[in-house]
């Protein structure tokens, strides 16, 4: 099964920008939609983004719209989340998933996921 790996976190400031990537060891890559969930400290996991096969629908959670934006190259094959204007409540280990669709993402409906990467916003 192809594997997944986050990279791209760390600890910032709130209001700095950071890009995630997520590679991915598989050439079947293009033909899944693929996401970003995050987990905080004490609270379940939750949806930031996803984006279709070929990467022309992408949609966003509420608390992230605006800020955040998914993109993915499937030559190298990578998706990606440019974070901007970050908060300290966007501080969580974020996980790239892999689905059939972008809404089955948004609905948990997840194949495989990343192992995380750690992203700390302090104020």
């Known amino acids: 099964q192809a594997q997944l790996v986050e990279s791209g976190g760390g600890t910032v400031q709130a209001g700095d920008s950071l890009r995630l990537s997520c590679g991915a060891s598989?050439?079947?890559?293009?033909?899944?939609?693929m996401g970003w969930f995050r987990q905080a400290p004490g609270k379940e996991r939750e949806f930031v983004a996803a984006?279709?096969?070929?990467?022309?629908?992408?949609i966003y959670s509420d608390s992230v719209k605006g800020r955040f934006t998914i993109s993915r190259d499937d030559a190298k094959p990578g998706l990606y989340l440019q974070m901007s204007t970050l908060k300290t409540e966007d501080t969580a280990v974020y996980y790239c998933?892999?689905?059939?669709?972008?809404?089955?993402?948004?609905?948990?409906?997840?194949?495989?996921w990343g192992q995380g990467t750690q992203v700390t916003v302090s104020s």
């Open positions: 598989t050439r079947m890559f293009g033909s899944y939609a």
């Open positions: 998933a892999r689905g059939i669709t972008h809404a089955r993402i948004r609905n948990g409906e997840i194949l495989a």
């Open positions: 984006i279709s096969r070929g990467g022309d629908i992408t």
